[in-house]
C-alpha cells in the first residue's frame, strides 16, 4: 500500500440514470486537498450543501447506502465509494446533481476505468492507516450477519453468502490483493430476485432498474399473470413463466457473481470508516446494514485510540543498538533515555526504553510510589527526535541536537517501574537551517502516556 495520501490528478464525470429515482443523474469526481476525505454535494439544492461520507452519516440502508445531512440525502454511493477506495484514493471532492448517483452498469468497473484514465496523484501528507491489533466483531442474530475483522499484515477481504433460495447456491469471494481489485471484484454487477421487484416497485423504488445494470434471477415460480404485470411495470418483454433462470442482457461473469458484487459493497461501505486499514475482514451473509454498523464500530474503535502505538516486538533486531546510538548522541548513564531503535525512516522513528526500579531518579521521585519524571519522558522523546534528524545528515557524529523549544505536553498515564516505553517522533517540519519540529509520543502498551511537540537545532560540535 502507498504510504502516502493520494487524490485523483484530474476530474471525470459520469452520466446516467439513477436505479431508484429513474432520473437521469451528473456526477463529477474532484481532486481535493490532503485530510478532506470524501465529501459529496448536492449542487442541485439552494446552498449546494456538501455531506462528509462517514458511517455517522448514513440514514438508510434498505437498498443501498445512502447518507445524509438534515433533509439532504444522497443514495446509491456505495459503489463509487468502493471503487475510490480499493484504488487508494484517500482526498476526493464529489458533485452530484440529484438525489442519488447513477447506477450504470451495477458495478464499479466504469469507475475504476476513469480513475485509471485520469490517474491517481501522490500528496505529501502521510496515509493514516488504522491497524489492526486484536479481533473485533459485530453480529446480527436476527439475520445471522457477522462482520469479524481479524490482525493482519495488509487490507483483504473475504464474503460468505447464503441466499434464501434453491435456486443459488452458498458462495464465497475473496480479496486478497487490492492489485486485483479492478479485474476480479469491481466488475461484478448488483443483482435482484424477480420476487423482490414488485414490492421494491411499490415502494417507490427501482424506478432505474432493467436488465442491463443489474442480474435479474426468476427463481420461484409464479404465476404468468404476475410475471407479465412485473414485465410491464419494467417496460421488458413478457416471458414464460415455466422457465426459470437468469434473466439478463450479459451473461455471468463468474459463477459468484452476486457474492463478488456483495463483496464490492462491503469495501464501499467500509470506505464510510474514514482511514484505511490493515486486516483481514470475514464477512458471513453481509448487507449494506452490518457492514455500516460494522464501519460505526470502527470509527468508534479509532476515537479510542487515535494515536496508535507501533508494534513492537523484542525478538527483532533493533535498527540502532545501544553502541550505535552512543555514537550519534552526547548522552550517557544517568541521562541516556532511549534503549534502542527498532524502526526509522525520513520522518520518523521508533525508540524503546525499558524502565527498572534501579533508575536513579526513583530514589527521590518517589521513594514510596516511584513514577518515572514527566521532563525526562520529554528528554527522551527528544534523544529520539535527536537520532532522526541526525540520521538525515552526513557525518552525524559531528553534530549535537538541542531543545528550542517545547509545546502541548500533556501526560496521560504514570509510567512506573516495569513498563517499556516505546517512543513514536514524526517530523512536523523539515530541518530548515539546521532548525526542525517534531512530535512526539510516549506509549505503554497500546495507550499513550505522554505527548509534546518540540523544536530542536542541530549544532556542529567544536
Known sequence: MNNKQQTLKGSFTMCGKGLHTGLVLTVTFNPAPENTGYKIQRIDLEGQPVI??????????????????????????????????????????????????????????????????????????????????????????????CITILPDAEFSITAMCSFDSKFINSQFATLDNPELYATEIAPARTFVF?????????????????????????????????????????????????????????????????????????????????????????????????????????????????????????CEEPIMDVNRIRELLPHRYPMQLVDKVIALNATSIVGVKNVTSNEPFFVGHFPKEPIMPGVLQVEAMAQCGGLLVLNTIEEPESYSTYFMKIDNVKF?????????????????????????????????????ASEATFTAQIVKNK
Open 52 to 145: 462528509e461520507a462517514i458511517a455517522e452519516n448514513v440514514v438508510d440502508t434498505k437498498r443501498g447506502t445512502v447518507v445524509g445531512k438534515g433533509d439532504v440525502r444522497v443514495s446509491t454511493v456505495e459503489h463509487a465509494l468502493s471503487a475510490l477506495y480499493a484504488l487508494g484514493i484517500d482526498n476526493c471532492f464529489i458533485q452530484v446533481n440529484g438525489p442519488e448517483f447513477p447506477i450504470l452498469d451495477g458495478s464499479a468497473i466504469m469507475y475504476v476505468n476513469k480513475i485509471q484514465e485520469v490517474g491517481i496523484e501522490e500528496q505529501n501528507a502521510p496515509k493514516s492507516f488504522y491497524v489492526i491489533r486484536k479481533k473485533i466483531e459485530v453480529k446480527d442474530e436476527k439475520t445471522g450477519s
Open 194 to 314: 424477480v420476487r423482490e421487484i414488485e414490492h421494491l416497485l411499490d415502494a417507490g423504488l427501482i424506478k432505474g432498474g432493467d436488465l442491463d445494470n443489474a442480474i435479474v434471477m426468476y427463481e420461484r415460480q409464479t404465476t404468468q399473470e404476475k410475471l407479465d404485470n412485473i414485465a410491464d411495470l419494467m417496460n421488458l418483454q413478457h416471458m414464460d413463466a415455466a422457465n426459470l433462470g437468469y434473466i439478463q442482457h450479459k451473461p455471468l461473469q463468474w459463477e459468484n457473481e452476486c457474492t463478488r458484487h456483495k463483496l464490492l459493497d462491503i469495501i464501499g461501505d467500509m470506505a464510510l470508516i474514514g482511514k484505511p486499514i490493515k486486516g483481514r475482514i470475514i464477512a458471513t451473509r453481509p448487507g449494506h446494514s452490518i457492514n455500516n454498523k460494522f464501519a460505526r464500530l470502527m470509527r468508534k474503535e479509532i476515537r479510542k485510540h487515535d494515536i496508535q502505538a507501533p508494534i513492537y516486538d523484542p
Open 412 to 448: 496521560r498515564k504514570k509510567v512506573v517501574p516495569g513498563d517499556t516505553l516505546v517512543f513514536k517522533v514524526e517530523i512536523v517540519t523539515p530541518p530548515r537551517h539546521g532548525i526542525s519540529t517534531m512530535r512526539g509520543y510516549v506509549f505503554v502498551g497500546d495507550q499513550v
